[in-house]
């Protein structure tokens, strides 16, 4: 079945260091890949998505390639501030329809003045 | 509302009792999942509804847990004999429902639930 891993955290930055979180994926087919975001007293909320080979999503500051060959989705932000400290959830979807969401199991992030 | 409701918010039970939990989706969005979401495990799929179509049931985790949404709209998630394992947050989504797998899929901010 399809399933989603990501990399463990916590992880803990200084403002304006480059962020790397790793996610990679198994799934049949085409799957559509997102990341989603959970800032600390709220809801999950969609950071940005990809729904094919090669696409790059990207919003506020963050991207993240769909990369069909590694079977990968590394979401990365070049400077970081104290207002990305949050949960990072990486996620996939299957090729038809509206299928559930699988996702990753989160990773947090800190960033320190 | 322009998001997806979720009721109550908060909801402190005693291990025994029933709850049912409330998810008023996003006008027009034909597509409604359940997930929870307990401290460091992640979320787990629990129900997805799609139009008319029968429900996709397999994450419900036990006989105990069952939902319903009437009239292609509201939802209730129902926790029957609640034990304290399943304290956690209950999370409402949807979707549109005309498009491939790309939807993006837009979540209510949970109801918290603590089984005492």
């Known amino acids: 079945g399809n399933s989603v891993t990501q990399m463990e955290g916590p992880v803990t930055l200084s403002e304006e260091a480059f962020l790397t979180i790793n996610c990679t994926y198994t799934a049949t087919g085409y799957p559509s890949l997102f990341w989603y975001v959970q800032y600390p007293g709220e809801g999950l909320q969609l950071l940005l998505k990809?729904?094919?080979?090669?696409d790059k999503g990207s919003n506020k500051g963050f991207e993240a390639t769909y990369r069909k060959e590694t079977t990968s989705f590394h979401l990365e932000k070049g400077s970081v501030q104290v207002s990305d400290s949050a949960v990072y959830f990486c996620?996939?979807?299957?090729?038809?329809?509206?299928?559930?969401?699988?996702f990753g199991k989160g990773t947090r992030l800190s960033v320190i003045a | 509302g322009a998001g997806v409701s979720q009721s109550p918010s908060n909801k402190v039970t005693e291990k025994g009792k029933d709850v049912e939990l409330r998810c008023d989706p996003i006008s027009g969005h034909t597509a409604l999942y359940w997930y929870r979401q307990s401290l460091g495990q992640g979320l787990e799929f629990l129900i997805y509804?799609?139009?008319?179509?029968?429900?996709?049931k397999s994450g419900l985790p036990s006989d105990r847990f069952s939902a319903e949404r009437t009239g292609g709209s509201v939802s209730t998630l129902t926790i029957q004999r609640t034990q304290q394992e399943d304290s956690a947050v209950y999370l409402c989504a949807s979707s549109l429902g005309d498009r491939g797998g790309g939807n993006t899929i837009y979540f209510g901010e949970g109801s918290w639930l603590t089984v005492v």
């Open positions: 990809a729904t094919k080979a090669d």
């Open positions: 996620a996939l979807s299957g090729h038809s329809g509206n299928t559930p969401l699988v």
């Open positions: 509804f799609q139009g008319n179509s029968a429900p996709d």
